[in-house]
């Protein structure tokens, strides 16, 4: 596609997953037999491999060797998604597209829903196009506040959600399709200014629209295709997702 870039955040350790793999990037923890990060990426191939950028971290090496065909920035430390992005800010100097943050522990997100995205981004001129769903499964993802008229009003983190807050079903999966100038000229802007100390990139689409930006949402039925692993359990159930979508093909 066209002017359209990709960064994929696969900095963590995944402290909560013990697969017996031993001491690994959470990203490299293996379900039907390949990491997590290889799902993603083969779901992103519709992207040249040249325009796709890995924020990398923890055992940063492990993840290079495995996927050397990849731009890599590192995050030193792991101070937040905002603070992630910001890592690559170094490999988008000059470039004036369309930008993809995505995750490289959420395998299950198939290829389409991220062209859709784009697309929409496109077609509606928006200078942020975050992905939202709904799923029956609890996950602790933020929710999306709409106003009045059903527009992007703004993202708010579970764990500094209110109790009505809480009961908003629709959630941001943390996808995004960025302005990539707009984004980097507002990513110095964050603050750390809630319960985890850390910058949040969900932060980022409210700074742009106090800059007249245009937000758009592109709500996809995403169902359990959203969950990110953090958990032995969240592992289990994305292979069990991933082998029943391997069967069908």
């Given at each position: 596609?066209?002017?359209?870039?990709?960064?994929v955040?696969?900095?963590?350790?995944?402290?909560?997953?013990?697969t017996?793999?031993?001491?690994?990037?959470?990203?490299?923890?293996?379900a039907?037999?390949?990491?997590?990060?290889?799902?993603?990426?083969?779901?992103?191939?519709?992207?040249?491999?040249k325009?796709?950028?890995?924020?990398?971290?923890?055992?940063?090496?492990?993840?290079?060797?495995?996927?050397?065909e990849?731009?890599y920035?590192?995050?030193?430390?792991?101070l937040?998604?905002?603070?992630?992005?910001?890592?690559?800010k170094?490999?988008?100097?000059?470039?004036?597209?369309a930008?993809l943050?995505?995750?490289?522990?959420m395998?299950?997100i198939?290829?389409?829903?991220?062209?859709?995205?784009?697309?929409?981004?496109?077609?509606?001129s928006?200078?942020?196009?975050?992905?939202?769903?709904?799923?029956?499964?609890?996950?602790?993802?933020?929710?999306?506040?709409?106003?009045?008229?059903?527009m992007?009003?703004?993202?708010?983190?579970?764990?500094?959600?209110t109790?009505?807050?809480?009961?908003i079903?629709?959630?941001?999966?943390?996808?995004?399709?960025?302005?990539?100038?707009?984004l980097?000229?507002?990513?110095?802007?964050?603050?750390?200014?809630?319960?985890?100390?850390?910058?949040?990139?969900?932060?980022?689409?409210l700074?742009?629209?106090?800059?007249?930006?245009?937000?758009?949402i592109l709500?996809?039925?995403?169902?359990?295709?959203?969950?990110?692993v953090?958990?032995?359990?969240?592992?289990?159930?994305?292979?069990?997702?991933?082998?029943?979508?391997?069967?069908?093909?």
């Open positions: 596609m066209a002017k359209l870039k990709a960064v955040l696969a900095a963590g350790k995944g402290t909560r997953i013990d017996g793999e031993g001491d690994v990037p959470k990203v490299m923890r293996k039907c037999g390949k990491p997590l990060l290889w799902y993603v990426l083969n779901e992103l191939s519709f992207i040249d491999k325009d796709i950028i890995l924020v990398v971290g923890y055992k940063k090496e492990e993840v290079i060797k495995c996927f050397n990849y731009e920035s590192v995050q030193t430390e792991q937040g998604t905002g603070h992630a992005v910001m890592a690559a170094n490999k988008l100097t000059g470039y004036d597209g930008l943050v995505c995750y490289g522990d395998p299950a198939p290829g389409e829903v991220y062209k859709d995205l784009y697309q929409t981004h496109i077609k509606d928006n200078d942020c196009t975050l992905l939202s769903g709904e799923s029956s499964m609890q996950m602790s993802f933020g929710r999306v506040l709409r106003d009045e008229n059903g992007f009003s703004h993202v708010v983190e579970e764990k500094d959600c109790a009505q807050q809480l009961n079903t629709e959630l941001n999966t943390g996808v995004y399709i960025f302005n990539t100038p707009m980097i000229s507002v990513l110095s802007e964050l603050k750390n200014d809630n319960s985890q100390r850390e910058y949040y990139l969900t932060d980022v689409p700074l742009m629209k106090e800059k007249a930006a245009k937000i758009g709500k996809c039925d995403l169902g359990d295709n959203m969950i990110g953090n958990t032995l359990a969240e592992l289990e159930m994305v292979e069990r997702i991933l082998s029943n979508r391997q069967s069908i093909i």
